[in-house]
């Protein structure tokens, strides 16, 4: 009979994820997070961290992860506030480069080298037209994994490519559909990775605190395995060996 697919038995994998180094992370998200024992994965910006790296650095101690999302957060010039510095007018090696400084700058602030990446605003491209390319090979040289950003699906352990994970976003979700996405994750034997922002009773790009509370409530039945995303990524990983897919 094969070992159970995930840890204790249970029928799924959950982490939750928490982007850019917003202070409602630190002041509502981890009570929350800490009082029902769930450790999650924030993705940083290392200008963030900066503001309050002794805040940053008793995150780490406690068990959750700071990973990478990148230096500087460039996303596609069509969103107005990247036009500055956008996707299309990088190179591989300047994304690269991003990449590099902000693992390096995370590092010295607060002591762990990342070990996962999170997409900015999911997107995996650099240039545009023939020389438009993907950058999901150079995080797969250097990450256990990379996240993804609004996907409409969790991930297949069995068949996913961990350098690019499909993440729900859940800024805005109620308490019963972030529950919902757990059963369904459960019921179909599947890794659900959640994506949010700031943490609060409202506003844009806010993971409300209440279902936050509902969320947590739900992981703690003993059928989900919560883990931060390296956590489970390192899990597959060895599952799967060489052949990269998972033994059976």
Known sequence: MPEP???EGARAALSLSLDDARDSQLDVGLPVLDAHGVRATFYVLPGWVW?????????????????????THPCSTNFEFARTNALEDYTLGRIEAEIDRASRRIETLVGVRPETFAYPCGQSFVGRGEARRSFVPLVARRFVAGRGYGSE????????DLAHLDAFTV????????????DAAVASGRWLVMAGHDVGD???????????EALCRRAGEGDVWVAPVVDVARHLRRRRGSAGVLRR
């Open 202 to 212: 409202g506003g844009e790009q806010t993971v409300l605190v209440d279902a936050l």
């Open 51 to 71: 503001r309050r790296r002794l805040d940053w650095r008793a995150v780490v101690e406690a068990g959750h992860e700071i990973a990478n999302h990148t230096a």
């Open 5 to 7: 697919l995930f840890p």
């Open 171 to 182: 800024d805005g979700l109620a308490a019963d559909a972030l529950v919902g996405l757990v």
């Open 153 to 160: 699906t969790s991930n297949d352990p069995e068949r996913c």
